[in-house]
Nanobody, 127 residues
Framework: VQLQASGGGLVQAGGSLRLSCAASGRTFSSYDMGWFRQAPGKEREFVAAISWSGDSINDVDYADSVKGRFTISRDNAKNTVYLQIDSLKPEDTAVYYC??????????????????WGQGTLVTVSS
């Protein structure tokens, strides 16, 4: 699986962005998908994840810092996962990475459980 993230950019605080991650290969729908981010000088951290089906509320997970502002979704027909980011804050500034893997549900927030990674897209939020 090859992943290509896009949609990053420069936005003012309070604004919105929608990140996309397009996957190649016919097995996309069998993978859980995650978004992680890495801010300058910080370690990569979990943002959101969605199970291979994404059918129910139990199939998505969010970091506490983004709950209520970020929404992850997927379109298996288009081999794409999305991250809608609203009410952006300067502390959301980071490179955002998408990842594909088959983690146990209780480990969807662990980067080590993901096998494939995209190249990242930069989100910069100005105050």
């Amino acid at each position: 699986v090859q992943l290509q993230a896009s949609g990053g950019g420069l936005v003012q605080a309070g604004g919105s962005l929608r990140l996309s991650c397009a996957a190649s290969g016919r097995t996309f729908s069998s993978y859980d998908m995650g978004w992680f981010r890495q801010a300058p000088g910080k370690e990569r951290e979990f943002v959101a994840a969605i199970s291979w089906s994404g059918d129910s509320i139990n199939d998505v997970d969010y970091a506490d810092s983004v709950k209520g502002r970020f929404t992850i979704s997927r379109d298996n027909a288009k081999n794409t996962v999305y991250l809608q980011i609203d009410s952006l804050k300067p502390e959301d500034t980071a490179v955002y990475y998408c990842a594909a893997g088959r983690p146990p549900a209780f480990r969807r927030d662990q980067s080590g459980e993901y096998t494939y990674w995209g190249q990242g897209t930069l989100v910069t939020v100005s105050s």
